[in-house]
């Protein structure tokens, strides 16, 4: 069966590794930290200006001068810091964050991602995405295999306005986990009870299949 | 040097039609909402707003929108404003649309006297567009240009009698690299002290950046986005 | 994130012949007392060492001088040092001369993913030589490239097991942006904390660019010029 | 008669402006801050990272981590600040220090300045000068109008190694205060007792000499 929002949260949080700092985008990403793997500690960039950010406030302790990038009232850990927009950035562009798990419109088989515009109908702007994505070494993008229309976003081309080229490694959505090498995709786990076949069916994009495709472990 | 005015409407004189303003915050956290208010009042029109959000539909700089008083926004992030949209998709507004930290990094570039660096970021985008490209270390970068304004509008905690700022938490975010980079520098803050109350070893906004501050009046300090987990 | 590490020695396993170091400090102020003399007592030689100055002929990095284990030196400023002049002049010594203002933001664009910036100084010096000149607003400008570190070798005041950082005074001079332009950074410091003490709005320097940190043995602290008024 | 270093001090004060910041070099320009005039409030700026510098430490109460760029103990005003060397040079760069007063060994008409090196014989090394003499809009040169052989420093043409080009607008000395426009030294006035001739007679580049030089007022 295909995985909801909290199964990719799940998934992708198995990909963090003791010591890392990581910074995760809004939407499903921002729930990877509700699933941090026992025994290790991450710490969590916003890159709105600050690390080591904890979980929610209680009610009635929301502090309209503690919010993370997606603009969600927060806490911060022992140990945190504050900072700048240009000293966040100096840790993002400067490869200090180890990880970065992203959202996506489409991605395509170079690492090309696409997440900020669709011309003529919706402009948010890139926000610190440009930034993340050109800068990262490890980018996990987490999204859904095709649109509400049934349409692929996993991609031999985008199609829309991009965000960064060549940079995705891996991608993670409800139904399985891709890497990118060579110009193709690789199939590397399905969702459980996921069907080989309706992977390949819904990725417009060339991948590659091997004989045994393990499960994912949730 | 005592850089302290009455008030806002004292803070804001000379800010014409057709001017370029920086106002710091990110989303409606640490926006100079007293400052705002007042643009609102004076009605000065055509102005570029260098910001990194536009605020929502009725606070922050949707306030501006609403009237029409802006011409051409440079923001990075602008998803949580209907107005702007339509204006945007209309053709009413003017909207450069820039990464994030290329925007921090450009204020700070135009304050700190660096006209031009090269970032990685946008490379490949739309962003890139008609900008120089250069490969350092085997990845292409993009000159990005310095920004500066006319007035530079910032918000903070604490600040004192010479000029010297304080944020909070997140409200610092662009706040820092605007004071460096507006003409003209105004602070409104929530406490104003005589100068030697604060730690110089905690400033975060050295005074020399600015040239007037303000205790606001009020600060409604919105919202956006109420999260909170329940206690058992 | 534990970053702590037990003492001096465990805090510079891994430097050796030829690398790069970036070590902190304004004259003797803010400098890396215990890692210095560490790399005294390694013996470790060919480095090249990124410093505003070069300390004097008795302390600083001037023991480093002393033992020729420096064979070249980045730095802004060194005329408090016999022996390095000696060496300069001599050509026992590779030495290559900054812009105070150039080197601190060419530490920090090295630890800020920035390659390359353009400043005006230095334009129609020496210091300009085989440098790209561009104008900007009728003023021209040379291109300078971001610098990096195998080793950044830092001295805080306080710092937490996070490896968060606060600087005292004018001791903290260019240990920030060494600290952001370390593959590996170092931070000795006087009073090491559990993580939480410090006030996250006053660090100065995020953990995030601290690797290892550790308590200094002892602070001497030498003073170069000591002034003083005589109280009537 | 020829001012010694404390009169060239007392006639650079007379330059300074209400609310301005400065920034002095090592030296007679450090002399400046004794002489600040009645009535105006200026901040010194010192390059090493403090805004809001005051007079030396009383003795015993000196702090190693509190000195000037000049490396001499020193004390702060009240609502000093503290900061690193990068933003310490943005301020310089970005034009916020409104008069930089600093030491030359040469000075030529054009404006270009030399005080960091004399080829194989002394080389210090230009700390923060280049900086300063590049992005300052407003220099003063504090310097003797000869060096020890009796050779003029004010020159047709530097021959010591730059420290910046075109930049300095007026020079103090012992015996005057000049003024550089239009590729030429302007004098301005003359120390007490010193005569026109004297001057003419040190300055070797070319000497605009008005029918009437003022005597300094100090």
Request: glycine fraction near 12%; charge should be negative.
């Amino acid at each position: 069966m295909a995985l909801d929002k909290i199964g990719i949260a799940k998934r992708i949080a198995q990909e963090l590794r003791d010591g890392w700092y990581v910074n995760l985008g809004i939407g499903i990403p921002t729930l990877v930290a509700n699933y941090i793997p026992e025994g290790i500690e991450v710490e969590f960039q916003s890159e709105n200006g600050v690390l080591g950010m904890g979980p929610f406030p209680f009610e009635g302790e929301e502090d309209a001068d503690l919010i993370n990038a997606g603009k969600q009232t927060i806490t911060v850990l022992k140990g945190a810091a504050f900072f700048d927009s240009a000293m966040s950035f100096s840790m993002i562009r400067g490869q200090h964050v180890q990880l970065t798990v992203l959202g996506a419109m489409e991605v395509s088989q170079n690492g090309d991602i696409a997440n900020w515009k669709i011309p003529g109908k919706m402009v948010k702007g890139m926000g610190g995405a440009m930034d993340l994505v050109a800068s990262a070494e490890n980018i996990i993008v987490a999204m859904m295999h095709s649109n509400r229309e049934g349409e692929s976003k996993i991609l031999k081309k985008c199609t829309l306005p991009l965000t960064g080229v060549g940079c995705v490694k891996k991608i993670v959505t409800e139904l399985a986990v891709l890497e990118i090498r060579d110009n193709k995709f690789y199939l590397i786990e399905r969702a459980p009870g996921v069907s080989v076949e309706e992977i390949v069916s819904k990725t417009e994009g060339d991948l590659v299949v091997p004989d045994f495709v393990p499960e994912m472990v949730l | 040097m005592n850089k302290v005015v009455k008030n806002v409407e004292e803070a804001l004189v000379g800010i014409e039609d057709g001017m370029t303003l920086m106002l710091g915050g990110f989303g409606l956290c640490g926006i100079p909402e007293n400052s705002i208010a007042q643009l609102v009042k004076l009605g000065v029109k055509e102005l570029t707003c260098i910001s990194n959000n536009a605020g929502v539909d009725d606070f922050g700089l949707g306030l501006l929108l609403h009237g029409r008083q802006i011409k051409k926004m440079i923001s990075s992030y602008v998803g949580e404003n209907a107005e702007f949209e339509r204006q945007m998709l209309s053709g009413e507004l003017i909207v450069d649309l820039i990464p994030q930290g290329s925007l921090a990094e450009r204020c700070r570039a135009g304050g700190a006297g660096i006209p031009a660096f090269f970032t990685p970021a946008g490379y490949g985008t739309e962003v890139a567009e008609g900008k120089e490209v250069r490969e350092f270390n085997g990845k292409p970068h993009i000159l990005e240009m310095a920004l500066t304004a006319d007035f530079a509008i910032v918000k903070a905690w604490k600040g004192d009698t010479e000029g010297n700022l304080i944020f909070k938490a997140t409200a610092r975010n662009f706040n820092p690299m605007m004071a460096m980079a507006g003409k003209i520098t105004i602070a409104e803050v929530e406490e104003l002290v005589p100068a030697g109350e604060l730690n110089p070893n905690d400033i975060h906004t050295p005074g020399i950046f600015v040239q007037r501050i303000f205790k606001g009046e009020k600060f409604e300090k919105r919202i956006e986005q109420r999260t909170v987990r329940i206690k058992n």
